[in-house]
């Protein structure tokens, strides 16, 4: 028996649609040098369906990716709205990526248009003549541009464009945006959202049992638009009506001390680096936190201690959730249940999170056997669900799903309740403010230096960046290599952020059975004060 309920289907054009009309006062709100730059649902709805005509005119179709290169502000927001509803593809691009993998992604996905912000330009311009499909640049301000050759301004193209009132009726499971992966192992990999999948996942959002987002709210959106979506808060706040604030790279502590007070966000969002920051710059400061009724943070594990410094010094709730670029991102938060009592919240608060209805997760052993949810088993997570990738991007990479599972490469535990606590990683990588370092692309940089035999790359726990690459080097018979000079021969080899300041000289590296380096007891022996660690940003503390 079939149903007889109507059955259109999701598209963010819808999404769009609904927030610009029913929300046309709520704002978008930008944080800029000399002050914010505001505008209405209804003016940035307006500019987005300039956009889209002025892509249609510069030959973007259905389709065709449009590549973005830009800090979370206004701009970002219009071309999130314009570029799925025209029926093309938003390809946010991650401005952190070294830049091979900044070519890479590019020219992999084939992306036919940039829009760009000036500021960014210097990043961009020394692997330009490399991308090969793109056939516009459109430049957000108006910074010197020369580097770029001939562009397009933004300004100027809305100026001169009429809005595109209609959007074409799309397949739901088409393609609305891609994000590539930070890539930890190899070139990064391609996840294609579909306008369904975004669409859940932004209902997922506006969940009371969830994040709730609603017109009353106000989102401070620290979380870069580059990575999965902004974890899909744009969407979120578009289709509630949820005020939106976006900070461009006004996004650590400094300039957190004053956006907050000043434009009272009831949500923020941002990875550990920045609340970590904002704790440790506004020690002795009277610092107003009050408009917050929640923080999400994710992307690498949340300290206890700095969820514990935050309800005491500022009365505000830090949200552990987690997630993946493969996953939408949202997954699970650690919100306590309703009966916990009150010596036991914290408990909940450092959790991994509790699943979201939407999704499904497992543990697994290595042979693909199912433990049970006690808390106790430990294996690693497997996810399913409407905005759970299927397949990576013209990249076949069967290894990381079994039987329409995503393999998730993380380890741990998931108790009866649903909540998942996260113990370690399949892949020896590290997670530093929110990126991920690999430990292997950095071992074979180390060891391609002259004077070194064999070197082992571990996270080891970072005060301010949650992990950074500790190396362990065993040098080659009759050679002395320091720190500075292995810094020094890494400069131009590896993304300035991932040089490491912690070494260590070994006389030899632990092994598996199979001969591979045993991480493991790595961490162990830095665990337990075993290891001569040289300290390069503090040499006289090593």
């Not at 927001?77 to 314009?82: G, I, N, Q, T």
């Not at 997570?381 to 393999?407: C, M, N, Q």
């Not at 606590?421 to 060891?447: P, Q």
């Not at 952020?497 to 632990?510: G, K, Q, R, S, Y």
Request: hydrophobic share 40%; net charge negative.
């Amino acid at each position: 028996m079939n149903s007889t309920m109507q059955n259109p289907p999701l598209l963010i054009s819808d999404i769009f649609n609904f927030g610009e009309s029913t929300f046309a006062n709520s704002e978008v709100i930008t944080v800029e040098e000399s002050g914010y730059r505001r505008a209405t649902f209804q003016e940035v709805g307006l500019r987005a369906r300039k956009l889209a005509t002025a892509l249609s005119t510069l030959g973007v179709g259905q389709g065709d990716r449009v590549g973005t290169f830009l800090w979370n502000n206004q701009g970002h927001m219009e071309a999130y709205l314009a570029v799925p509803s025209m029926g093309s593809v938003l390809h946010t691009l991650n401005i952190r990526l070294f830049p091979e993998q900044l070519v890479y992604v590019i020219n992999h996905a084939e992306d036919k248009v940039l829009i760009v912000d000036d500021v960014l330009i210097p990043l961009l311009a020394p692997i330009f003549d490399q991308l090969t499909t793109i056939e516009h640049v459109i430049v957000v301000g108006n910074g010197d541009s020369s580097a770029l050759g001939t562009v397009l301004n933004y300004e100027e193209l809305l100026a001169q464009s009429e809005p595109m009132m209609s959007w074409p009726e799309l397949d739901e499971t088409s393609a609305a945006a891609m994000c590539y992966t930070s890539g930890t192992t190899g070139n990064p990999k391609g996840v294609v959202y579909s306008h369904r999948s975004t669409y859940l996942h932004s209902a997922a959002q506006t969940a009371a049992n969830s994040l709730g987002i609603c017109e009353s709210d106000r989102i401070l959106v620290i979380v870069p638009m580059f990575h999965a979506n902004a974890w899909g808060t744009p969407y979120s706040a578009w289709m509630s009506g949820s005020d939106v604030i976006l900070p461009q790279q006004h996004m650590m502590g400094n300039a957190l001390m004053r956006i907050i007070p000043e434009l009272q966000p009831t949500v923020a969002c941002g990875v550990p680096t920045v609340w970590n920051d904002l704790l440790a710059v506004s020690e002795g400061k009277d610092v107003d936190l009050s408009s917050i009724r929640g923080i999400t943070s994710g992307g690498s594990a949340i300290p206890r201690t700095l969820i514990e410094a935050f309800e005491e010094r500022f009365g505000v709730s830090i949200i552990q959730g987690w997630g993946m670029t493969e996953t939408s991102p949202l997954a699970a938060l650690a919100i306590p249940p309703v009966q916990t009592k009150p010596e036991d919240l914290m408990d909940y608060r450092v959790k991994a999170g509790r699943i979201v209805m939407g999704v499904e997760v497992r543990v697994t052993e290595d042979d693909g056997t199912v433990l049970p949810n006690d808390g106790e088993s430990v294996g690693e997570f497997e996810i399913r669900g409407p905005w759970v990738t299927a397949s990576y991007y013209l990249d076949d990479d069967p290894e990381k799903f079994r039987d329409g599972w995503l393999r998730t490469g993380d380890v741990g535990t998931l108790d009866p309740e649903g909540f998942m606590t996260i113990s370690d990683r399949t892949k020896d990588v590290i997670k530093s403010g929110g990126e991920w370092i690999s430990s292997v692309e950095l071992e074979g940089e180390v060891m391609a230096h002259p004077d070194v035999y064999e070197a082992a790359v571990v996270a080891i726990p970072d005060d301010r960046w949650q992990e950074r690459p500790l190396v362990c080097v065993v040098a080659k018979p009759g050679t002395s290599p320091t720190p500075v000079e292995l810094r020094n021969y890494l400069e131009g080899r590896v993304a300035t952020w991932w040089i490491p300041d912690h070494w260590a000289f070994v006389e030899t590296i632990p092994k598996t059975s199979v001969g591979k380096f045993d991480k493991k007891v790595l961490r162990a022996q830095h665990a337990n004060g075993e290891l001569s660690v040289i300290d390069t940003r503090n040499p006289e503390k090593s």
